[in-house]
């Protein structure tokens, strides 16, 4: 069975300086990978994904993604944070093969300070 | 941005009343997804669907029932709601690019209080 892991409940950085949430898989065969960001009072929404290729995944907003096989990890990353980026952020994974379902991480509160 | 809607945003009620949770998309998905989520907390699948007359249980057990009776259209209902149902429920839906990798786009939520 798939499962992720985010070990940080929460990731404190000053605005414009980089940040990194990180992430953990564990997957038979080789993983599908999102990034989520929810906002208070909010739905999900998508940030990028891995599906094979390049290990550096740009997405929205400016955040980009390192998938390393060798770590099992996917950590989300963005060069300047903004005080706007702060939120919850989600990991999630998806089987190879079969229906989709993802299994999503217990989640990493982002705070940036001015 | 994902053209998926919920209603109502915010319900409170009382212990023992029938619900219902609308979801509906405009993208011509045919999967579509209910997931539950405590404050701040992960997500759980309680319900999917791969298509029209199609519902399957997800991962965590839940008393509420789901139907799938137009593509665009995913309803969940609670026969008798309980407090220990408060919860923030999450529709969400998936393209019909094929296989694993397809993105889920979701809605704004439904925060439940059963008082």
């Known amino acids: 069975a798939q499962s992720v892991a985010q070990p940080e409940d929460q990731v404190n950085v000053a605005e414009g300086n980089p940040l990194t949430v990180k992430c953990t898989y564990s997957?038979?065969?080789?993983?599908?990978l999102f990034w989520y960001v929810q906002y208070p009072n909010r739905g999900l929404q998508f940030l990028l994904k891995y599906i094979t290729g390049d290990n550096l995944v740009k997405g929205s907003y400016g955040f980009e993604a390192e998938f390393n096989k060798s770590q099992t990890s996917f950590h989300l990353k963005k060069p300047s944070a903004l005080v706007s980026d702060s939120a919850l952020y989600f990991c999630a994974v998806s089987p190879y093969t079969g229906f989709q379902k993802l299994v999503f991480g217990t989640g990493t509160r982002l705070l940036v300070s001015p | 941005e994902a053209d998926i809607y919920q209603t109502p945003r915010y319900l409170v009620i009382g212990t023992g009343k029938k619900i219902t949770l609308e979801c509906s998309q405009t993208m011509g998905h045919d999967k579509m997804y209910w997931y539950q989520q405590d404050p701040g907390m992960e997500l759980h699948l309680i319900h999917y669907?791969?298509?029209?007359?199609?519902?399957e249980k997800g991962d965590l057990s839940s008393e509420s029932t789901v139907s799938r009776i137009r593509t665009e259209h995913f309803p969940l209902t609670l026969e008798s709601a309980r407090p220990s149902h408060t919860s923030q429920y999450l529709c969400?839906?998936?393209?019909?690019?094929?296989?694993?990798?397809?993105?889920?786009?979701f809605g704004p939520g439904t925060r439940l209080t059963v008082l």
């Open positions: 969400a839906s998936s393209e019909n690019l094929g296989g694993t990798a397809d993105t889920q786009y």
């Open positions: 997957v038979s065969g080789n993983p599908y």
């Open positions: 669907s791969y298509g029209v007359n199609s519902t």
